[in-house]
């Protein structure tokens, strides 16, 4: 909580009255913007406000999608944590709101394992767009679906893709998607999200990780080369994807984890 206060510290409170004060005070700080915005989401069945180390750090990440990528891999990153630590709705919600509200990004392909997962996430973030009186107060035109011509349907009515006033579009599919090449309306995914892609063990094998691998990287990743990427989600079996992932983070230096430096991962491990 004196992380919060210090937070507020410097900032005039009169702007925070007006909407165009908000807008700013939130533009580059995405914690600022959660706190604002969406605080019943930051909160624990006590209704106490609830922030960890791993929720600091994830609002620092995301300050990376202010600065557009000027080389192929840059900005490529996993997180993993334990289950019921807010991954997914910092990384499906939190995150791409912020982002989306102030333009730092246009486009978003989010996969889970199963089609359903992401659409109930994607579900979750049109909640917010529809109900928050705050959000449609400072952001109407992200609040707004876009409609076809004068006819007034929404441009997409469905629950895998969102198509907004503002142009920010937002995709979820399960991660056997045929998504290889996507584009809509012209524009390929500028921030590739990959939150729980992986089984658990009774249904899973190294076999179906490696296949999950060459997934991610030899048909979503291309989909946009420059795009920012993260992979979230919670160690599975031993050496499944996200295992890999956490040995790395750990130290591990093996052969068969060439692929997370090929691949220009940067690994955070809670």
């Known amino acids: ?46 209704n106490e406000l609830t922030l960890s180390e791993f929720h600091w ?4 990440y995301g ?38 509200a102030h333009g730092h990004i246009k486009f978003i392909a989010a996969f889970s394992d199963a089609a359903s997962q992401a659409e109930t996430h994607l579900l979750t973030f049109k909640n917010e767009l529809e109900t928050n009186e705050y959000l449609k107060a ?43 090449g996507k584009k809509v309306f012209g524009q390929r995914p500028d921030l590739i999200i990959l939150d729980d892609i992986e089984k658990g063990e009774k249904n899973y094998s190294e076999y179906q990780a490696g296949r999950q691998m060459n997934t991610v990287f030899d048909d979503i ?22 295992d890999q992932l956490r040995k790395f983070a750990d130290g591990s230096r093996e052969q068969t984890l060439n692929w997370i430096t090929d691949q220009n991962v940067k690994v955070h491990y809670y």
Not at 3 to 23: A, C, Y
Not at 88 to 96: A, K
Not at 143 to 171: E, H, M, Y
Request: aromatic letters at 10%; charged letters at 20%.
């Open 1 to 46: 909580m004196n992380t919060i206060s210090k937070l507020f510290d410097d900032i005039d409170p009169r702007l925070l009255t007006i909407s165009e004060g908000r807008r700013e005070l939130t533009k580059y700080d995405p914690m600022l913007f959660a706190l604002m915005y969406l605080p019943h989401h930051l909160k624990n069945s006590n």
């Open 57 to 60: 750090d994830l609002a620092e």
């Open 221 to 242: 990743a291309p989909m946009n080369i420059y795009a920012r990427m993260i992979i979230v989600g919670t160690t599975t079996m031993p050496n499944s994807m996200m």
């Open 138 to 180: 400072d952001y109407n035109e992200l609040c707004t679906p876009k409609l076809v011509n004068s006819t007034g349907r929404s441009l997409a009515s469905n629950s895998w893709r969102i198509v907004q006033s503002n142009d920010f579009i937002f995709d979820a599919n399960g991660i056997d998607t045929n998504s290889l």
């Open 63 to 100: 300050k990376l999608w202010i600065i557009k990528p000027i080389s192929p891999k840059q900005y490529r990153d996993a997180f993993i944590a334990p289950r019921e630590c807010g991954k997914s709705t910092w990384i499906f919600l939190i995150l791409p709101l912020w982002a989306a």
